[in-house]
């Protein structure tokens, strides 16, 4: 069983930065694409970045194209968010995922049918 547990999210001052964790837990996970979303209160999961797991190109939201950064590191089991120059309308939780089934597939990772693995998420609060 895969399982994806987020890490790293508080409260930030706009223009601050913060990274976020997700740890992967289980096994045969090199083939996945990893992607994170974000979801506020009474609104749809939005997608957010996406990166294989190991590595590549990489795949923003027009939102945070140039602000933010996702990477992996295999050693660690870890894949990062980084994000910077947060925008209040950054707030949300932001929730790793995995797509298991990507390699091959075409699937559009901009999507959250795409993924079949969740982490619980991290609330990350940016201030004014």
């Known amino acids: 069983q895969v399982q994806l547990v987020e890490s790293g999210g508080r409260l930030v001052q706009a223009g601050g930065s913060l990274r976020l964790s997700c740890a992967v837990s289980?096994?045969?996970?090199?083939?996945?694409?990893m992607g994170w979303f974000r979801q506020a209160p009474g609104k749809e999961r939005e997608f957010v970045s996406a990166?294989?797991?190991?590595?590549?190109?990489?795949l923003h939201a027009d939102s945070v194209k140039g602000r933010f950064t996702v990477s992996t590191n295999n050693a660690k089991d870890t894949v990062y968010l980084q994000m910077n120059n947060l925008k209040p309308e950054d707030t949300a939780v932001y929730y790793c995922a995995a797509d298991r089934t990507a390699y091959g597939n075409h699937h559009d990772l901009t999507s959250v049918l795409s993924y079949d693995v969740w982490g619980l998420g991290t609330q990350v609060t940016v201030s004014s």
């Open positions: 289980g096994r045969s996970f090199n083939n996945y694409v």
């Open positions: 990166m294989a797991w190991t590595g590549g190109n990489t």
